[in-house]
């Protein structure tokens, strides 16, 4: 299995994330949606990068018990509540990606939404990765 970043010249640099994945052999393998809920299925903490980086880990976990790690991530989506609360916690949301993550960056989109299904969830995220 082979994952190579491509990002066209002519979209500009991007910050934090690669316009695309071209991936070559290996399976797929979708991950739902994940939010920050422990394995108690409660909410970690109400503080929005808390909730970020332990719905990373969840898919990790899911990723990690497929055989594969951060870098066999190629792509996720990211549903926020609230997009004020994910730009005012930016640089806590960067922290908590990349150490999850790493300096592994998928293709990432990130929707603004009225609500998730879990009313205390601010962010859930959903996964491909190619194992």
Same mark, same amino acid.
């Given at each position: 299995?082979?994952i190579? /970043?491509?990002? $066209?010249t002519? #979209? *500009?640099? $991007? %910050?934090?994330?690669?316009n695309?994945i071209?991936? +070559? *052999?290996g399976?797929?393998l979708?991950v739902?949606?994940q939010?920050?809920? +422990? ?5 970690i903490?109400? &503080?929005f =990068?808390?909730?970020? !980086?332990? =719905?990373?880990?969840n898919i990790?976990? /899911?990723?990690?018990a497929a055989?594969? *790690? $951060? !870098? &066999?991530?190629a %792509?996720l +989506?990211?549903y926020v +509540? ?7 916690q930016?640089? &806590? /949301?960067? !922290?908590?990606y %990349? ?10 989109t990130l929707v603004? /939404?009225k609500? #998730? #299904?879990? $009313?205390d969830?601010?962010v859930?995220?959903?996964a491909t990765a190619?194992?």
């Open positions: 299995m082979e190579k /970043v491509i990002n $066209p002519e #979209l *500009g640099a $991007p %910050r934090g994330y690669s695309g071209l991936a +070559t *052999g399976s797929l979708f739902a949606g939010i920050g809920w +422990t394995s108690e299925q409660k909410i903490s109400d &503080n =990068a808390e909730q970020f !980086e332990q =719905a990373l880990k990790q976990s /899911v990723v990690l055989g594969g *790690g $951060p !870098e &066999n991530v %792509r +989506t990211i +509540t609230s997009k004020q609360q994910y730009q005012e930016i640089k &806590n /949301v960067g !922290e908590a %990349r150490k999850v993550m790493g300096k592994h960056y998928p293709a990432m603004e /939404v609500s #998730l #299904l879990d $009313p969830a601010k859930e995220i959903e190619i194992i």
